[in-house]
């Protein structure tokens, strides 16, 4: 990550009340001299980890080249724009979202391409929107499955006298957003037909992680390819080549798959949406990206598979029990919805560098500000002493951050990144 | 809540970029004009009904001012200054906070007495308090539970010049922090006696909320009563009155009952600490408060309870099946770690006011940015339509909003609450 940015301009300061830092200008951070481990930053305190995320950013760059696809990250995950900024340089095409607010961050920031992977819902919303594709040079797409949002949006950006480039959203049963059914897909195509000109149909998105075996999802996927060819064929298309979207960040080995298998050759392009590749986790995503490291042909051809990039740095407070350590680390700091935070590093401020922490170290539970640590009696584990833990949901880690550290392999803090949720 | 605050010099501006709400001036927000139901506000947001939160903040001071004790509300729940300035305003000693971060905040917003719930540990975690206690109007606690941390605390503060003011955390076994039993109690006595002057032990805590049933809380309060009797008698604290505390959001009726009986008099000042009165939820704490109302003497002979005072607004964005309604409002804008948000009112732009919602709508799951309301085939709902979701824990839906909105019984937007996690 570089210091100085295109963002130069925008909010560079980090205010003195944010968690984890402390005053500072972001540009400022690398001549600070602060350094992790002697304890220049208050923990508890998220921490990047540059050479994990550089590589991290490589390896999803280099499958998604492979295949010959377009990386749309998902960038509701971090909501820090030096990180889409990274992530637009290593090659993506644009950077997924999926709210009006998020959209208009990205934007702020300079992004200006963007997939609003959501339907775009209410007056307020819909102002914000508009108010930013009034700018030719910005590039935006949102889904759309119902006759009334279709409605609501020819209204509303007729009135403003705007273009609107809307994806197909389709669904499957029990599933999330998306039409069902052909039925339901008619009553959308004609309420787009009526629209035509203000409302745009330039393709076709899918969300395959509400589905969770690999059986049916590539069942759903093949249907969404059948779908954009029909619909190809019947020039539904404001324009070719159309665009096809899937994958989150757990099966976008078998999106990208399915996609390029299906021969759209020109008339459309493919855009994946992984969302959590840039930090990684030890929980489901490390699951699946075990299974991706087995089963698909390039992820297998590649040296190595993605890396947990992101810790949570925190202080034994109290050890009351000889079987419990208490951490000053809570569900205010790290993800406890998908699996609780592993303690990784254990570093006794003081000593040469941190220690891997023994396995039968275990998070058993999280309170607000709490985390309590199962050892065992007579472990060498003191008061003071500071843990690295691995995270298992990186979006609901992120949005506990205003601020988060950047450090190098020597834990010198050479960067800050802000978050905007 | 007052307009004008003592804080005006304090970072009075509200970014463009916080979700919620939009760029302005939080001194701006009442002249804005504007009014939720009109869709002014970019939904999600989190919006506090004021008159509610007036109630509950009579309510829960009435309820301590008859037992003659001291209320500091933890205000790790909301992180919201202009919340902390209100309560001190409506008779609050002081505020609770978890972390040295938190406590630098409060001391920035000009609140002057702190007791921080939670042990000091870390070099930096230090630095942010003796910066800050080197204030001579700033009255500052920690806590201390262990030789190791008490050892690191007199070593900073004397090298720093400065003193210190602990309270004795008491714990339970299986419980948080605190010590566990006399002989650890006795071996944290004489630290402290080797830090006098340094590390100045004011009084005793505990925090119950660690046990469930409430034999077990009384006999863990009577515990307490009984040690700062003997600390008391044994003249081990640096001065009188000695501070005993204790009481999270669920059992302060029973810790106010225990403490007032224990006839400290003027030996002892007695400060609970519940923190979730304030917006109050439809969870855990609504439970309780069913408890408190018809269990505690002084409750029942109050006219009404605590009242539910923030609502999460979203809008329906799509309804794929007859029995399903997907809202945009996930994880990322709700607590959803003691049950899911509880679709309360209803509301379709341009119609007179909300209705309350059938009893049959019910949430069945949050994405990060998609809940998923179970209707039942052909219930009057509409994409587009606004739904205002009661919440199940206040502290970790506080977290997700950097600016919360506060409309009055009109849903006019008096009034803006910026966070400060």
């Known amino acids: ?189 004609k309420a787009l037909e009526r629209w035509r000109g203000t409302v745009d149909m330039c393709g076709v998105e899918l969300y395959e992680g509400v589905l969770k075996d690999e059986e049916n999802i590539r069942a759903f996927l093949r249907r969404g390819c059948d779908v954009t060819k029909q619909l190809l064929r019947d020039r539904m298309f404001e324009h070719t080549p159309a665009l096809i979207s899937g994958a989150g960040s757990a099966w976008y080995d078998v999106v990208a798959e399915e996609f390029a298998a299906a021969g759209f050759g020109d008339a459309a392009e493919i855009v994946l949406r992984p969302g959590c590749y840039l930090t990684h986790d030890v929980g489901n995503y490390e699951t699946q990206q075990q299974r991706i490291l087995e089963s698909n042909p390039v992820a297998r051809n590649m040296r190595s598979g993605l890396v947990p990039a992101l810790h949570v740095w925190a202080y034994v407070q109290s050890i009351p029990e000889p079987e419990l350590a208490v951490v000053a680390m809570g569900r205010r700091d790290a993800a406890f919805d998908s699996g609780l935070p592993r303690p990784a590093l254990h570093y006794r401020p003081g000593e040469k560098e941190p220690r891997t922490t023994p396995p039968n170290w275990e998070t058993t539970k999280l309170m607000d500000q709490h985390g309590f640590l199962k050892i065992a009696a007579g472990d060498d584990v003191q008061v003071g002493d500071m843990l690295g833990f691995n995270i298992s949901h990186p979006c609901l880690t992120f949005d506990k951050w205003r601020v988060l550290a950047v450090v190098d392999e020597k834990y010198d803090v050479v960067d800050v990144v802000k978050t905007y949720f």
Chains 1, 2 share one sequence.
């Not at 009006?100 to 920031?109: F, I, K, R, T």
């Not at 949102?142 to 197909?168: H, M, P, T, W």
Request: net charge positive; aromatic share 6%.
């Open 1 to 189: 990550m570089r210091v100085e940015s295109k963002r130069a301009q925008l909010e560079e300061t980090i205010g003195p009340l944010n968690k984890g830092i402390g005053a500072l200008k972001e540009v400022q951070i690398a001549s600070c001299g602060w350094n992790l481990l002697r304890e220049d930053v208050s923990l508890p305190a998220a921490v990047l980890y540059r050479d994990k995320i550089a590589h991290n950013l490589r390896w999803m760059q280099s499958f998604i080249d492979t295949y010959g696809v377009k990386l749309a990250p998902h960038g509701k995950t971090t909501m820090a724009p030096k990180l889409f900024e990274i992530q637009l340089e290593g090659g993506a095409w644009g950077i997924t979202l999926a709210t009006a607010h998020q959209v208009q961050v990205a934007y702020a920031h300079g992004v200006r391409r963007v997939l609003m992977a959501n339907e775009l819902v209410g007056r307020r919303n819909m102002e914000v929107i508009a108010d930013i594709v009034a700018d030719p040079k910005f590039e935006f797409y949102c889904l759309v499955d119902s006759l009334a949002n279709i409605d609501q949006l020819g209204r509303y950006f007729q009135e403003r006298g705007l273009r609107l480039k809307v994806l197909l959203e389709l669904g499957v049963m029990g599933g999330r957003c998306g039409v069902r059914d052909d039925a339901q897909l008619s009553g959308v195509i």
